[in-house]
């Protein structure tokens, strides 16, 4: 069982910064993979970065790739989302989730989700 809690959303300027964590409870967070999922309005979920258990291997979608970074602090059970250069387009809620297993692109891999917080980027 594992418990999720994003923070760190709100608004930013285009070309602005943000840093999104995910703490996590539970047991053996070290096991699980984390990914990082973001859904805006009128449109569905859709997949933005991940990182696997196994290999500590990062994963991104195309639209994020080189502006966006995910990591993780077992010792804190978190899990981090740096988000660099924002666009517009990047505006959504943003929702953290893990399995416990590899990595995987879509939302119905992971087994367990945060509650989701709101980034807005102004133009």
């Known amino acids: 069982q594992v418990q999720l809690v994003e923070s760190g959303g709100g608004l930013v300027q285009a070309g602005g910064s943000l840093r999104l964590s995910c703490a996590a409870s539970g047991r053996t967070f070290s096991s699980y993979a984390m990914g990082w999922f973001r859904q805006a309005t009128g449109k569905e979920r859709e997949f933005v970065a991940a990182?696997?258990?196994?290999?500590?291997?990062?994963y991104y979608a195309d639209s994020v790739k080189g502006r966006f970074t995910i990591s993780r602090d077992n010792a804190k059970n978190t899990a981090y989302l740096q988000m660099n250069s924002l666009k517009p387009e990047d505006t959504a809620v943003y929702y953290c989730a893990a399995r416990r297993s590899i990595w995987g692109p879509r939302a119905t891999d992971y087994d367990y989700w945060g509650q989701g917080t709101q980034v807005t980027v102004s133009s």
């Open positions: 990182m696997d258990w196994s290999a500590g291997s990062t």
